[in-house]
Every structure is written in C-alpha cells, then in structure tokens.
C-alpha cells in the first residue's frame, strides 16, 4: 500500500547517496517512500537511522522493514537527531535528510485529524501524547493571537476577519470537530477563495501545534556538525516559511566570516562548514506534477559538508 509517493525521488538519491556503504539519517520516515528507494541504493554494511514522531507511521514502518536490519526506528522527532546517533554509537553522517510534507496518507485519513474533509476531532498534532490539540487553541486563544498565528503561519490575509468570527462562534458553542470549523471559515470568505484559505489556516494551525519552525532550526542547527566532510544534507520544504529557514540556515553555514565590514580583520573565529549545492531550489517536473499534484509546492535544497 503506497500511502506517499516520494517527491523529487530521483533529486534526493542523486544529492543524498554518495556513499553505498555509508550511513544515513531520515528524520521525517513517515511511511518509508524515499527511505525504501534509498535503501535499494545501498550495500548491505550500510545503515539508515530514521524517526518519525507519528505513531502510525512508525508502526507502518517497522513492519516495513522489519527484515532489514540496516534500519534503525525510533518513535521520536527529527530533533533528537544527537540522542538516537548515540544510542546507535554514531558519530558523523554521509547524509542527513528530511521531508518536511504531511504524507497524503495523513491529509487523507480522518482519524489523523490533518483534513478538514472529513468530520474529525480538530487535532493536528503529529505526536498525540504531547502538546496541545488545535480545538483547545481555537476556543482559548484570543481574538488578536489567533488572527497572529494565521497570518505569520499561514499568511493568511483575512487572518482578523477570520479569527473574529471563530470567537462568535465560540462563545454560542465549543469549537471542537474540523466540519463546524471548516463551515465557520467558509461563512466569511469567498467559495472561490475557500479551498486555498482552508488549507492556509489549516497549515498555520498544524505548524503552530507542533513548533514546526523552531523545531526545523534546531534540527539544521544539530545536523551540520553530524556531517562527514563531504556528506549532504537534503531538506524538502513545501511552503515559504519553511523554505526561507532552510535557505537562510544553508547561506549561513556558507559563509566564513560574519564581522561588520567595518572591521579589517576577521575576529569572529566562523568557519565556513557548508556549500550550497543548489543555487536555487529544485522543484517538480512537469510530468512528476502530473502523476503527483500534491508535489507541486515542494523545493529541494541540498548542501555538502567541507
């Protein structure tokens, strides 16, 4: 069952995988596409450690590869990158990769809370154990911090109009299932406008509960010095905010010095550790669009470690 079609598959292996026999970090396995094609590029004294904070990911991944003992699992985020390469006695990295997309399954499937199709329980966090669940932020959150988290998450341009409406609403009736939700939006905008504002607000609610951005910064932060000299990290983005962190973190480490111009001699002590490998981001083909339309946001960056 193909819960996930890979994206730019053939992008990534051809960024990521330099080493047959090396060792590789999926932190975003979800249901095991770009990991299974990865491994059919591999040698069997190769090893790919991956997690993956969804549960239902995790368990559809174990039993995935449950004869493949080249792949280590862990139910956990991509920010623990340090503590699963110690369990593992892992030092550095031939290649680090992430996709940071919500896999189709889960914006298909309605008891993972993702879809605003479906008449579920207005969640949308990746791990159900921790945090809190979007409904408790739509019917706590004041009128100004939720009109803030749609337009800075999900710049979203009805963000006031929209977060206006859900406090009258939520004062006749607790806010909690996606159909009541989704309703409320669509009574303010436009039918023809309400699809992409559905899927706006819905984003900046899902990268909000789960810290999506920080997390991302704190995982490009931690992946660098994990990196072999000459190892790649390859990160799939699918819309702006992230993408922007992933470029700005990329120029940063492509830089060797940080000093005011002003200053003649450099006294900052930054050393360059990354070179930027695609100038600008690689996107889908014409013919992957048409065989895949949920692709059509995606942009590949890839580096390589000096």
Excluded: W
Aim: net charge positive; proline share 3%.
């Amino acid at each position: 069952m193909q819960h996930h079609i890979p994206v730019l598959l053939n992008e990534c292996l051809e960024y990521l995988v330099t080493n047959e026999s090396g060792i590789y970090f999926d932190g975003t396995i979800g249901f095991g596409g770009h990991t299974s094609e990865i491994l059919k590029k591999l040698n069997s004294d190769s090893k790919v450690v991956a997690t993956d904070k969804d549960i239902n990911a995790f368990n559809y991944c174990k039993e995935l590869f449950k004869n493949d003992d080249r792949v280590k699992l862990f139910n956990t985020g991509f920010t623990d990158i340090n503590t699963v390469s110690k369990i593992e006695s892992i030092k550095l990295y031939d290649g680090i990769f992430a996709d940071l997309g919500v896999s189709s399954f889960q914006l298909d499937d309605a008891a993972s809370g993702f879809t605003y199709r479906a008449d579920t329980k207005l969640d949308l966090r990746m791990d159900k154990t921790k945090g809190v669940p979007a409904y408790e932020i739509i019917n706590k959150y004041e009128e100004k911090e939720l009109a803030d988290i749609f337009y800075k998450y999900g710049e979203e341009k009805k963000s006031r109009l929209i977060s206006k409406k859900i406090v009258e609403e939520r004062k006749l009736k607790k806010i909690t299932g996606t159909i009541e939700f989704r309703k409320i939006i669509e009574s303010v905008v436009p039918e023809r406008f309400a699809k992409k504002t559905l899927s706006r607000i819905f984003q900046a609610l899902r990268i909000y509960v789960n810290n999506e951005l920080n997390e991302l910064k704190i995982f490009l932060e931690k992946s660098v010095p994990l990196l072999k000299q000459g190892g790649r990290i390859v990160i799939l983005t699918y819309h702006s905010l992230e993408d922007r962190i992933v470029k700005d973190h990329f120029n940063f480490e492509n830089l060797d010095c940080i000093c005011p111009r002003e200053i003649p001699i450099c006294v900052c002590g930054k050393e360059r550790r990354l070179k930027i490998l695609t100038k600008k981001p690689l996107i889908p083909s014409e013919d992957e669009l048409r065989i895949n339309p949920r692709s059509r946001s995606a942009k590949l960056r890839a580096a390589v470690r000096l």
